[in-house]
């Protein structure tokens, strides 16, 4: 766990108590603490900024990098149905227990005991200047799905799928972070990654320093 997050989990331990259910929660013990926030303006949208540790995430990389998905240039998305890698099983398995652990509706009950919680994967991998379109995750998909970030960080965009109904609301992705999608933010809200458009990957002010960006995306197929 790096400082910033050590920083979070004090200032979420410690801060001025609030009933306020937007303040970040501490899960856990805290040596393992991990915080979930809800983002604001956006129902059923989830941030966990510190669920990987940094060594965590590099076990991750590398082991993503070992699966030799990549080692073409021209492959930067790879997708598995069914039988997951063992890391990535071991991953959905983490996310299941951090949201048993914590009293707070991060994912509905009934999606948290369906088996299994995600048995479809895509690794996407994006070099400076590269993202993903605005869209909504196709409906062959069921609701709740999640987003892990590995390497440098990116701002994605949720703006609501029907014109007119509301602003856009930015979401920093840091490496390590978690974000979780159901109800509203999954049907109602289309999320987008622009690296290419200057202004786009501005967080606090600052243009985001961009290298490359792998994401992992768990999900689960409707029944045929
Ligand atoms: O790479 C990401 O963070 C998002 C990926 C995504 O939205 C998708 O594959 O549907
Ligand atoms: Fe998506």
Request: aromatic share 8%.
């Amino acid at each position: 766990m790096d400082d910033d997050d050590e920083e979070a989990h004090l200032k979420a331990a410690f801060g001025d108590s609030s009933d306020d259910e937007k303040e970040p929660v501490v899960v856990g013990d805290s040596a393992t603490a991990v915080v979930w926030e809800r983002v604001e303006k956006i129902n059923g949208l989830w941030l966990c900024r510190n669920f990987l540790s940094v060594h965590h995430q590099s076990h991750l990389l590398s082991a993503i990098l070992n699966e030799g998905w990549f080692v073409q240039e021209s492959i930067n998305q790879a997708m598995r149905f069914g039988d997951l890698p063992s890391w990535a099983t071991e991953l959905s398995d983490l996310i299941l227990e951090s949201l048993e652990s914590v009293e707070l509706p991060v994912l509905p009950a009934d999606l948290l005991w369906r088996e299994p919680l995600f048995d479809q994967l895509i690794v996407n991998l994006y070099q400076p200047g590269e993202g993903i379109c605005a869209h909504v995750d196709l409906l062959r998909f069921e609701d709740g799905i999640a987003i892990v970030s590995l390497e440098s960080p990116c701002v994605m965009r949720f703006s609501p799928a029907e014109k007119g109904e509301g602003e856009a609301v930015d979401v920093l992705l840091s490496p390590g972070s978690l974000i979780l999608m159901s109800g509203e933010a999954r049907y109602h809200w289309k999320h987008e990654i622009n690296r290419k458009q200057i202004g786009f990957q501005v967080w606090e002010g600052e243009e985001i320093d961009q290298k490359r960006r792998i994401s992992i995306t768990l999900r689960k197929l409707c029944p045929a």
